[in-house]
């Protein structure tokens, strides 16, 4: 069985060194999740649009590493609309937040973050570090790897980690 594993960033920089430990470590790329409010993506992850390269490779090149990668595709994975702000989301999260009606009826972000099992004081607080620009990077990790996952997301500069 595997646990969501979250940290909350404040920048781009520590939450790459974390998604790329992650990976280092072990954990599947597909397991990794990225969240960031619509303006933190095109604040940390701007991709320079005089590039004449083919748009797959000119995308990569130019955010770099793996989580820009990741947050290279944010905009055709998901858009989560929680007035005022809209949310992009990439990696299993994508799923979890549709599938629990994200932005509708349902509660909006901190209903979905609770529904994956982000106890409520946790996702209010994630919901306002995002709208102030946070990056939150989630692993789904199994019983056994939860402490190690948990430890790569503090070396890195997690603000906040739970799981």
Do not use: C, W
Not at 67 to 74: E, I, R
Not at 82 to 104: D, K, R
Request: proline share 4%; hydrophobic share 45%; charged share 20%.
């Amino acid at each position: 069985m595997s646990k969501l594993v979250t940290g909350i960033f404040q920048s781009r920089e520590s939450a790459e060194l974390a998604s790329e430990e992650l990976i280092r470590s072990g954990f599947a790329p597909e397991d990794i999740s990225l969240l960031v409010s619509e303006t933190t993506h095109g604040r940390e992850f701007a991709v320079k649009q005089s590039t004449k390269a083919p748009e797959g490779a000119a995308t990569g090149a130019a955010v770099g590493g793996v989580l820009g990668a990741v947050a290279a595709g944010l905009a055709a994975v998901a858009t989560i609309s929680v007035p005022p702000l809209s949310f992009l989301a990439a990696g299993p999260v994508v799923a979890a937040l549709t599938g629990l009606g994200a932005g509708g009826a349902a509660g909006g972000l901190i209903g979905a973050l609770t529904g994956l099992g982000i106890p409520e004081h946790e996702a209010k607080f994630y919901h306002g570090e995002l709208s102030k620009g946070g990056i939150l990077v989630g692993v789904y990790a199994h019983h056994d790897r939860v402490k190690l996952a948990r430890e790569i997301l503090d070396n890195a500069g997690a603000e906040k980690t739970r799981g």
